[in-house]
C-alpha cells in the first residue's frame, strides 16, 4: 500500500519510524516531513491547506491511505474531503475534531452524556466573571478563550490570585475577550489514548507528558518537554473505568449526533481522589506522546489505523512491550517565547545507533551544505527504552549527553513521578 503522512513533528517522524516497519508499507510519503522522517520514506512539498492540492498528489501517485498528524488539517476538514475524493484517510471528520477545537462543544457533551470533568462557566464581562470566582472560591482555574488567546491557563491557588487573571484577560483595555472559569481538579495527570472505528474503542497504552518549561513543573507551558509510557498512576483499574466513564460515553454520544468520531481520541485526564475525570479531549496523536508509545507497539500500525477506518476494531488486538520508554526533548534555547534556529547540530548517526535509544527529529532542517540545524522550538526528542522507567530514563539521557549541540536546552527531570 501507498501511504501519505501529513505532518512535519517529532510525532510523524515516530508514526513515520513505526509505519515504515509494516509489511503492508509499500512506499511511505510525507508531507511536508522533515529530515527524520526521510530516514523513512520520501518527503515531499505540498501545501496542505490546498485540499485539492492534496487529492490530486494522491490521485496521481496511487496513494490508498492518508493518516494526518497534526489537529489544524483535521479541524478544517481535510479527512472529509479526501474521503469524499474516494481517498481513504484516518483521523476525524471536521466535525468530529470539534472534541479538539471546541472546548464548549466538548463540555455540552459532557453534561450530556454524564462524562466527569470540572464544572466551567463562560463569562466575557468584567463584574459577573468576578462575582463567579468569589462565589466559587479558590482554588480555581482561568482559561483565556478567543480572541484574547495566548495568555493562557492560570491554576489560581487564592482568590487574589483569580481575580488578578480575569482582571488580566477581561479588563479595562481588552476588547472582545472570552474566559473560561472552570473547577480546579486535584490529582496526577496522564494523557490516555484509544483508537475509535465509530462505534468501537480499543484502548492503547498510557503516558505522562511534561507540560512546564523548567525542572520541578516550572515555568511556563509548553508542547510538551519530555514523557515516559505506561503511566504508573493508570492501573489496569483506572484504564477500566476510563474506557467505561469517559471513552465509551463520548464515542456513543458522538454517535448518536450523527458525527461518529473516527481516528486516535487523546484524553487529557486529571486522576484525582475519586477517579479519572477528563481535562480535555485532542483528536490526534500527543507529541511528545507519540514518541514513546511507537517504541512499545509491537503489533502493525498501519494494519491497525486501517482497521479504524474500516470499523473493524472489534476484532483487533494489538500487543505492547512490557518495557517502558522515557522522551526527552531537546528545544531550541529561547523555546517556548522566541526559540532561536539555525544553530548546528553534530552528526547523529553514533547516537542513534546506541542500544535501546531512538533520536526522532522535529523542528530540523538541512542546510544546502548539508549541515543539520535547529528549525522550531522542540527539535529532537531522544527515547530510550529499558526494563523499567528508570533504565529507559538512563539511556534517553546518555543519549541526550552524547548529542554535540550548544543551541539547545532540555529538563533534566523527566520521569521524575515515576522514578
Ligand atoms: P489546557 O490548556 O486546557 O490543556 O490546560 C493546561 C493545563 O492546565 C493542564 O494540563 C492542567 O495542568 C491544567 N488544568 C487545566 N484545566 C484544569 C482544571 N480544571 N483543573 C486543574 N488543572 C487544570
Ligand atoms: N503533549 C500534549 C499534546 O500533544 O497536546
Known amino acids: 500500500m501507498r501511504v501519505l503522512l501529513i505532518g512535519s513533528g517529532g510525532r510523524e517522524h515516530a508514526l513515520a519510524w513505526k509505519l515504515a516497519q509494516s509489511p503492508l508499507l509499500e512506499t511511505l510519503f510525507i508531507a511536508p ?16 491547506t490546498r485540499h485539492a492540492e492534496v487529492i490530486a498528489f494522491c490521485h496521481s501517485n496511487g496513494i490508498g491511505f492518508v493518516i494526518v498528524g497534526p489537529e489544524a488539517p483535521l479541524v478544517a476538514g481535510l479527512v472529509d474531503d479526501l474521503e469524499a475524493a474516494g481517498i481513504k484517510a484516518f483521523g476525524p471528520s471536521k466535525a468530529a475534531a470539534r472534541l479538539e477545537g471546541s472546548k464548549a462543544f466538548t463540555k455540552e457533551l459532557c453534561m450530556e452524556a454524564r462524562i466527569p470533568t470540572a464544572a466551567y462557566a463562560r463569562f466575557t464581562d468584567l463584574a459577573a466573571a468576578k462575582a463567579y470566582v468569589l462565589a466559587q472560591g479558590a482554588p480555581i482555574v482561568i482559561k483565556a478563550d478567543g480572541l484574547a488567546a495566548g495568555k493562557g491557563v492560570v491554576v489560581a491557588e487564592s482568590v487574589e490570585q483569580a481575580l488578578a487573571a480575569v482582571e488580566d484577560n ?3 483595555g481588552v476588547a472582545g475577550a ?15 489514548f484509544a483508537l475509535v472505528d465509530g462505534t468501537h474503542a480499543l484502548a492503547l497504552a498510557s503516558a505522562q507528558d511534561h507540560k512546564r518549561v523548567g525542572d520541578g513543573d ?41 458525527t461518529p468520531f473516527k481516528g486516535v481520541l487523546f484524553a487529557g485526564l486529571m486522576i484525582t481522589e475519586t ?17 514513546v508509545l511507537m517504541p512499545r507497539l509491537k503489533s502493525d500500525l498501519l494494519a491497525a489505523l486501517l482497521a479504524t477506518v474500516d470499523g473493524q476494531l472489534l476484532n483487533t488486538v494489538l500487543d505492547w512491550s512490557d518495557e517502558a520508554a522515557l522522551t526527552v526533548v531537546f528545544a531550541a534555547k529561547g523555546y517556548p517565547a522566541k526559540p532561536e534556529t539555525g544553530t548546528v547540530i553534530g552528526v547523529l548517526d553514533q547516537v542513534g545507533a546506541m542500544a535501546g535509544v531512538t533520536v526522532f527529529h522535529a523542528g530540523t532542517k538541512r542546510r544546502d551544505d548539508g549541515a543539520l ?16 522507567i528508570g533504565e529507559a530514563k538512563d539511556k534517553a539521557y546518555a543519549a541526550v549527553h552524547a548529542i554535540d549541540w550548544t543551541g539547545g536546552f532540555y529538563r533534566s527531570d523527566i520521569g521524575f513521578r515515576a522514578v
Open 275 to 291: 477517579g479519572p475525570r477528563l481535562i480535555e479531549y485532542n483528536t490526534r496523536f500527543g507529541d511528545p506522546e507519540c514518541e
Open 33 to 48: 516531513g522533515n529530515p527524520g522522517t526521510a530516514q523513512c520514506g520520501t518527503n515531499v512539498v505540498l501545501d496542505v
Open 218 to 258: 516550572t515555568g511556563p507551558n509548553t508542547g510538551g518537554m519530555g514523557a515516559y509510557s505506561p503511566a504508573p498512576v493508570v492501573t489496569p483499574a483506572i484504564e477500566a473505568r476510563v474506557m467505561a466513564e469517559i471513552i465509551r460515553p463520548t464515542v456513543d454520544a458522538m454517535a448518536k449526533r450523527g
Open 373 to 388: 540545524v535547529a528549525n522550531g522550538g522542540r527539535v529532537l526528542a531522544v527515547t530510550g527504552v529499558g526494563g523499567t
Open 170 to 172: 477581561l479588563g479595562q
Open 178 to 192: 472570552e474566559i473560561v472559569i472552570e473547577e480546579c481538579m486535584v490529582g496526577e495527570e496522564a494523557s490516555f
